[in-house]
């Protein structure tokens, strides 16, 4: 799947995947698509909790050879 | 949609106390929360410019995970609480957990606020200039002012 952007959080931890995501959308404009990496386990039901309460779109959450992928839509 | 605020008082100036108020204050301010920090008594400590010296003591810490038991009569030792110190920074360090002086920054960039509770600064005669710029110094009613709004609001 097509992304604007794209961000690497492999290897940190909680709360800075969230809080970087957070950063790394902050110059992209609605609509456009994030793509995160991270190694956390943790992230999985952080990204999804931050779409929740921020109004951005969790497009997808896979995990691929111990690497978290989501796809976050710019609200 | 009006922004959810969240308040936080920070009491504790050791190592491991002073992840918590970081962490969410700086997971909240980026889920749009609008977000105060008061830090009273040794929570001053997490203001001031050098962090290097905040500390993790094993005494009185039982619950402490250590590489082998340790006796109390052992914690005490000089140089323990250097060594437990150093221990933990590395832990932190290989399992990716921010810096404080890093988180401390993520929140300063996302615009929390740090509300410094002047009479502590007094009792302990602390000198501002130690303390970091941007910081506001307040008491018990300045904190109520914002907390008495909020949505979460914590003791730490």
């Known amino acids: ?75 | 949609m009006t922004t959810k605020k969240m308040a936080i008082i920070a009491t504790k100036g050791t190592l491991d106390m002073a992840y918590p108020p970081f962490i969410l204050a700086s997971t909240a301010a980026a889920l749009g929360y609008e977000v105060q920090v008061f830090f009273t008594f040794y929570g001053l400590q997490l203001l001031r410019k050098d962090l290097s010296d905040v500390m993790i003591s094993p005494l009185a810490n039982p619950a402490m995970p250590m590489p082998i038991p340790m006796p109390v009569m052992v914690q005490m030792l000089p140089g323990m609480e250097s060594m437990a110190t150093m221990m933990m920074k590395q832990k932190l360090k290989k399992h990716g957990v921010a810096s404080l002086q890093e988180l401390r920054d993520l929140c300063l960039e996302a615009d929390v606020k740090f509300v410094a509770c002047q009479m502590t600064v007094d009792l302990f005669e602390f000198d501002k200039s130690e303390f970091i710029d941007n910081i506001e110094y307040g008491g018990a009613a300045t904190f109520m002012g914002f907390a008495g709004d909020t949505d979460i609001c914590l003791f730490v």
Do not use: R, W
Not at chain 1, 2 to 9: P, S
Not at chain 1, 40 to 45: E, Y
């Open chain 1, 1 to 75: 799947m097509n992304f604007d952007k794209e961000f690497d959080a492999s290897g940190i931890s909680c709360p800075l995947p969230i809080v970087k995501t957070k950063k790394a959308l902050a110059d992209m404009e609605s609509g456009q698509v994030l793509k995160v990496t991270a190694t956390d386990c943790g992230a999985v039901k952080d990204m999804q909790a931050f779409a929740d309460q921020t109004g951005n779109t969790l497009l997808s959450s896979t995990e691929e050879g111990g690497k978290y992928i989501f796809l976050m839509k710019k609200k």
